[in-house]
């Protein structure tokens, strides 16, 4: 097995992006429940996210859902994050609110529908430009909920009309990721259910078309790892949203339903390479907070990130692949559990300690008085999305 020391160089480039819409309050379509000192300006959503960063190290850029993080002034939102010590990362659009696009967007059937959907996503461009951000992050709710409703071919084909309309519009170094799901808010069917359509419809673009895998949008039972190295085997792994799920699209804090997933995801993507440096892979947190406060969470799902890889890292490869040739199945089952079950907390503390970084940054949130902080400053915090 390899020793911590031998792992410290890739844990020591482990960036892990953060969604301004952890820190706003979410919930259900039951309740939302607001939590005290929740923000009530893109601001200060950033000025929590650097906190994680602050605390951890692991987070140095914060991704932004747009409109929901609507400014007048982009680039000066990006002079605001870098004076808190973060950057400004993927642009994601929003297609899924307004009632012009309950029969679709991209895929709508109705010209001048889609036209609005693609000048969204050309103004999402126009504010790469100014963050500087590279990618574009599109999730699509388009899909319909009865069988019959919609022509399933020809939405195909509008997608891949629609998205070359967005992807000719980027610069070179600015990249299109297309995030699938099986299911929601559409319920029969969904345009991009599964990382083959997406694959399907990024390859007809360009080499700056991705995948975006979402751990949290696979049918119970999934084998995501299969799909990691796949995706990662083929070239077009962008970026990933983790959280976790016991049902559906629950959004928990990633590793908290099944931290042996998120091992298993984590070594196919050190095996795939992509934690070389500039695999282009992207890992990012897509998550909401609906009873925990948000920034404690948000600390936890990165450390649980952080944990899991490197676990993952530990993984004796050598040792693996002999016990795979030599056809020992139990051999090699052993050698995967082995890393699984090595307690890489009390090294990844000292690891932080050594990094100038509290060796508990759970604790030394607590501890800060930044909670209180904003709960006695902030009153009407907003909603995460949906609602707001
Ligand atoms: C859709 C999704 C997508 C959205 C986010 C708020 O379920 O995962 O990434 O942008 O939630
Ligand atoms: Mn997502
Ligand atoms: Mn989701």
């Not at 000719?168 to 808010?185: G, I, N, T």
């Not at 990094?355 to 400053?377: E, N």
Request: charged content about 20%; proline content about 5%.
């Amino acid at each position: 097995m390899p020793t911590f020391a031998d792992i410290t160089p890739v844990l020591d480039r482990l960036a892990i992006e953060v969604p301004s819409w952890a820190y706003g309050n979410s919930g259900t379509r039951f309740k939302v429940f607001a939590t005290p000192g929740t923000p009530r300006t893109p601001q200060e959503k950033i000025a929590d996210a650097a906190q994680v960063h602050r605390l951890t190290g692991l987070a140095p850029s914060v991704a932004l859902h747009i409109p929901w993080d609507e400014v007048d002034d982009y680039a000066s939102l990006g002079r605001f994050a870098a004076d808190h010590g973060v950057a400004l990362g993927t642009i994601n659009s929003n297609t899924f609110q307004d009632d012009e696009y309950k029969l679709g967007s991209l895929t709508h059937h109705d010209p001048a529908v889609r036209r609005r959907a693609i000048d969204h996503h050309l103004a999402c461009v126009d504010i790469m430009d100014a963050t500087g951000s590279r990618d574009l992050k599109i999730w699509l709710a388009d899909g319909s909920n009865y069988p019959g409703q919609a022509d399933l071919r020809a939405r195909q084909d509008r997608l891949h009309e629609s998205l070359s309309e967005i992807y000719a519009r980027l610069s070179d170094e600015q990249r299109l990721v297309l995030e699938y799901k099986f299911f929601e808010p559409a319920f029969y069917h969904t345009d991009v259910p599964d990382w083959g359509t997406s694959f399907v419809q990024v390859s007809a673009l360009g080499e700056r078309a991705m995948v975006c895998l979402d751990t949290g949008h696979h049918a119970p039972g999934t084998n995501i790892e299969f799909i990691v190295a796949q995706l990662l085997r083929l070239g077009r792994l962008g970026s990933f949203d983790f959280n976790s799920r016991f049902y559906a699209d629950d959004d928990l804090i990633v590793g908290a339903a099944d931290p042996f997933q998120l091992f298993r995801i984590m070594v196919e993507v050190v095996r795939g390479g992509g934690l070389d440096e500039g695999s282009g892979v992207a890992l990012m947190l897509d998550q909401c907070h609906n009873i925990e406060d948000k920034i404690p969470g948000q600390i936890r799902s990165v450390l649980n990130v952080q944990e899991m890889t490197a676990r993952a890292l530990l993984l004796d490869r050598d040792a693996l692949g002999a016990a795979q040739e030599a056809g020992d199945v139990l051999a090699a089952n052993a050698v995967f559990m082995d890393a699984f079950y090595a307690d890489v907390r009390p090294a990844l503390a000292e690891h932080r300690v050594a990094r100038g970084l509290p060796a508990d940054p759970m604790a030394a949130y607590a501890a800060s008085g930044y909670q209180q902080q904003i709960a006695a400053d902030r009153v009407g915090g907003q909603q995460a999305g949906w609602g707001a």
